[in-house]
Each structure stands twice: as C-alpha cells, then as structure tokens.
Nanobody, 114 residues
Framework: QGQLLESGGGLVQPGGSLRLSCTHS????????MGWYRQAQGNKREWVAI???????NYADSVKGRFTISRDNAKNAIYLHMDSLKPEDTAVYYC????????WGQGTQVTVSS
C-alpha cells in the first residue's frame, strides 16, 4: 500500500527558511486534496496548509504570508516552503490528504531556535 514520506526538516534560526517535501510510495497524490499538518510537543495535531487538485490553497492564520504549499504531480510530491520561521513553528510536520485518511508517516522535525 505504500506510505507517506516527509523530509526536509531540521534546525533553523528564527527568521530562517526551510522547504519540506512529501511523497507517497504507493499512490498518486495528484488525485487528492493534500495538506500539511504539524504537532508541537504536548499539543494536538493541527493543519497548516491545504492544496486542492487544481492548486487552490488555504492556510492557517498562524502561517499565512509565511508558508507556501505547492505540488509537483510529475514527481508525485507536495512541498511546504516556510519563510520567516518563528520558535512557535517548532513541531513535527506531516503531510496527508485533507481530511486525513491515509496512515500517518513519521513526519519531519522542524526546530526553530537560536
């Protein structure tokens, strides 16, 4: 059945940028509305960005203007470009359909700290 695979996280200073990538080893993501989610330690998982099959996007208020979601159907990939990162963006980031119905991947850790 395959699995969701997220990558690109790391440690970055406040104000820095990162680009996260997501793919699926067993299905075509281009047929689905896709989202990026995050879960900070001690908090519930929350969505941060959504992209439809026709590339319409929507963002949580907390990331609007700083994060950009995109997709490359030829590579079966979803991306999250994050600019002006803040310490409160520290979390494990996941991708999934929106609403989420695939098994969750392991996510990728993003840590924003000086």
């Amino acid at each position: 059945q395959g699995q969701l695979l997220e990558s690109g996280g790391g440690l970055v200073q406040p104000g820095g940028s990162l680009r996260l990538s997501c793919t699926h080893s067993g299905s075509n993501l281009s047929d689905s509305v896709m989202g990026w989610y995050r879960q900070a330690q001690g908090n519930k998982r929350e969505w941060v960005a959504i992209i439809t099959t026709i590339n319409s996007t929507n963002y949580a208020d907390s990331v609007k203007g700083r994060f950009t979601i995109s997709r490359d159907n030829a590579k079966n990939a979803i991306y999250l470009h994050m600019d002006s990162l803040k310490p409160e963006d520290t979390a494990v980031y996941y991708c999934n359909t929106f609403p989420a119905f695939k098994p969750w991947g392991q996510g990728t850790q993003v840590t924003v700290s000086s």
